[in-house]
């Protein structure tokens, strides 16, 4: 029987073991941390992403490596991937994690991005936010998640505030500044990439964050014109070029009739949470089924699914559960203010039967701001 070991104990590598063991899969996951949460559903090894004892234990037990964490340091994965097969490959989570390479591989592959620059000095931000103009995002380059690491810069009287957030950083993590797009709608392109070279999307998923922090998801969804192919067709040529194997989402702003790519997560991502119950194959059995070398499932949608984030605390779950079409995910994780501890999926045949479930969950958990952007854009 085959083991995959992944690299990260969160409510990711949890979905990720949960959709695998019926396919026969056996899972190992290394964490950090004792209480990680993925250890109530697979066997659990305590030690750091650094540790060369720790990763030679973990890869003399598993048969192939993936993430749940994107920001293991890229060293290990390397050691790893000299010793067994890692997916997806080192330098595509390399790439992934730095949002200057990042940035410069969608301008190349012809993706249109934000305008953006490099910031190694106060000095260099200066220049940038002059040429730029306000407002703008001051984001550490890597380890930035959840939209930490980031400062809006909303007039040149800012810069100096800005400076002293993330200053600091600079030499850690690096520092991009990036123009602020005044997009109309946030949508996500959650892909996957066979070992032989397979690829699917799934609908488009549109997003609604709340102080950078996604707070629900919707799909499928229309967008105008050719974006929706505009899209899967980002999404396969980054998938091509890195010779990406696994799931993988793309992040893009909608603003004014085009596509601008925000950022890539090397791994399965929060906006596709909905795909558990909303989708033929999940992101999770895909992922899974990728990283093995199986045939990838059909990513079609099953009707209508929304998705909203629990943050800090789990509401009461019969609110969802009391709905037709409503679905249950506890992390297991302790409560902790702005943590992820839970999601809940609504999936519906009919745009009415979903609009429905959302509005009576709303009432009953008392969530009407969660719900309400969702319910707008499912009545036109
Ligand atoms: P994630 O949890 O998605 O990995 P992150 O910390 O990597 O988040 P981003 O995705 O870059 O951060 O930013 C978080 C959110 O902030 C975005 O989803 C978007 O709503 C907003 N945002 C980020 N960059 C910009 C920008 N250049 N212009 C306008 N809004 C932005
Ligand atoms: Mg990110
Ligand atoms: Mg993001």
Known sequence: MMTVGILGGGQLARMLALAGAPMGLRFMVLDPSADACAGQVAPLMVGEYGDESALAEFASQVDVV????????ARSAQWLAQRLPVFPNPQALALAQDRLLEKTLFRELGIEVPPF?????????????????????????????????????????????????????????????????????????IAVRGRDGEFQTWPLTENWHVDGVLSASLSPVAVEGALAEQARLAAHKIAERLDYVGVFALELFCCDGRLLANEMAPRVHNSGHWTIEGAEASQFENHIRAVVGLPLGSTRARGQACMLNWLGALPDARGVLGQPGGHWHDYGKEPREGRKVGHATFRADTTLGLVDALHAAGEQLDRHAQVAPVIARLRG
């Not at 993936?66 to 340091?73: K, L, R």
């Open 117 to 189: 620059a490099d910031i190694a000095s106060r000095a260099q931000l200066e220049q940038a936010v002059a040429a730029l103009g306000t407002p703008c995002i001051l984001k550490t380059r890597r380890l930035g998640y959840d939209g930490k690491g980031q400062f809006r810069i909303n007039a040149p009287q800012d810069l100096e505030a800005a400076w002293t957030a993330l200053g600091p950083s600079v030499e850690k993590t690096g520092l991009i500044l990036e123009g602020f797009v005044r997009f109309q709608r946030e949508i996500s392109v």
């Open 66 to 73: 993936t993430f749940d964490f994107e920001n293991v340091p």
